[in-house]
């Protein structure tokens, strides 16, 4: 009786959508299997916060956890400030010669993967979503590090490579795009790092990859493309998506819906985080987002 309880509340959340002018926009429930056992379920709208955002309020709540009586430094920068600083930088030489760079590879942006779907998105009513995970590990995540460095990539970079590959195989398409999300955060203040919110932005990212092209040629291709695409990324890939849309006369909503997210931040973002197993085992995750087919995070 607890599991078909904790199954069907399960999922219910794992779907559920927040109206997004109601407070809040998330929902924390505990259900007490035994006197020392609970099982907790957290649902967040991504609205709200960003990975790195989420990152930041599960910390929080762990220490918390572990000093109830803890006083948080009072944050003295909003997101609001945040994005009206945003703005104002629509008006800088930098956006516009950002703006510039991506308008002039519009006639030649490939299109994303057209992998091959069991049906049309037009004929889904009730999209579902379902995530498949796969861990490898501590000694083959460092060789896999290793070889990044020996080439002069990331390891970010590494494994987008070999993302944008597969899907060029399965899609049979030499040349592709895919969105990467980024977590933009300027530093207009000192306290911009420790707010919540939803800094995402993205890039469109295109792929090239010939019959002859070796795996070493491929990801410097690759980290190149990237490189030029973060120093232009004043220009959302946003906008880009738009002028693609207006430059092939195409209606369609869904243009880029193929997404690589990397949540590998250095080490240096890492050495403040709180242990998360000190609140038990992750059971099941899940996220969902509107017009997007596959999301691959690493």
């Not at 942006?109 to 579902?128: G, N, R």
């Not at 693609?244 to 997404?259: A, E, H, N, Q, R």
């Given at each position: 009786q607890q599991k078909a309880i904790l199954l069907n509340e399960r999922n219910r959340m794992s779907h559920f959508v927040f109206k997004t002018d109601r407070w809040p926009l998330f929902e924390?429930?505990?259900?007490?299997?035994?006197?020392?056992?609970?099982?907790?379920?957290?649902?967040?709208?991504?609205?709200?916060?960003?990975?790195?955002?989420i990152q930041i309020v599960t910390?929080?709540?762990?220490?918390?956890?572990?000093?109830?009586?803890l006083k948080l430094p009072t944050i003295k920068y909003s997101f609001k400030d945040y994005l009206e600083a945003y703005e104002k930088l629509k008006n800088s030489d930098k956006y516009k010669k950002a703006k510039q760079y991506w308008l002039e590879k519009?006639?030649?942006?490939?299109?994303?993967?057209?992998?091959?779907?069991?049906?049309?998105?037009?004929?889904?009513?009730?999209?579902?979503f379902?995530?498949?995970?796969?861990?490898?590990?501590?000694?083959?995540?460092?060789?896999?590090?290793?070889?990044?460095?020996?080439?002069?990539?990331?390891?970010?970079?590494?494994?987008?490579?070999?993302?944008?590959?597969?899907?060029?195989?399965?899609?049979?398409?030499k040349d592709l795009s895919i969105s990467l999300t980024i977590f933009n955060r300027y530093p207009f203040h000192p306290d911009v790092e420790k707010i919540v919110g939803d800094f995402t932005s993205v890039i469109a990212l295109d792929g090239h990859f010939g019959d002859s092209i070796s795996f070493v040629k491929a990801l410097k291709n690759v980290q190149k493309t990237l490189i030029q695409a973060l120093e232009n990324k004043l220009y959302d890939g946003v906008e880009l998506i738009r002028e693609?849309?207006?430059?092939?006369?195409?209606?369609?909503?869904?243009?880029?819906?193929?997404?690589f997210t990397s949540l590998l931040f250095g080490d240096s973002n890492k050495k403040d985080l709180e242990d998360t197993n000190i609140l038990g085992k992750i059971m099941l995750s899940v996220s969902q987002t509107p017009q997007v087919f596959l999301d691959c995070q690493v």
């Open positions: 924390f429930k505990a259900f007490k299997l035994s006197i020392d056992k609970s099982y907790l379920l957290v649902g967040f709208d991504m609205l709200i916060g960003d990975g790195y955002s910390n929080e709540i762990i220490k918390f956890y572990k000093n109830p009586d519009v006639p030649n942006f490939p299109s994303y993967p057209k992998l091959p779907f069991i049906k049309k998105a037009s004929e889904i009513k009730v999209p579902k379902s995530r498949i995970s796969k861990s490898i590990s501590k000694e083959k995540y460092e060789a896999l590090k290793r070889y990044a460095t020996t080439h002069e990539v990331s390891i970010s970079v590494l494994l987008c490579t070999v993302y944008l590959m597969v899907l060029s195989y399965w899609s049979n398409q693609l849309s207006k430059f092939d006369g195409s209606s369609s909503s869904i243009t880029m819906p193929i997404v």
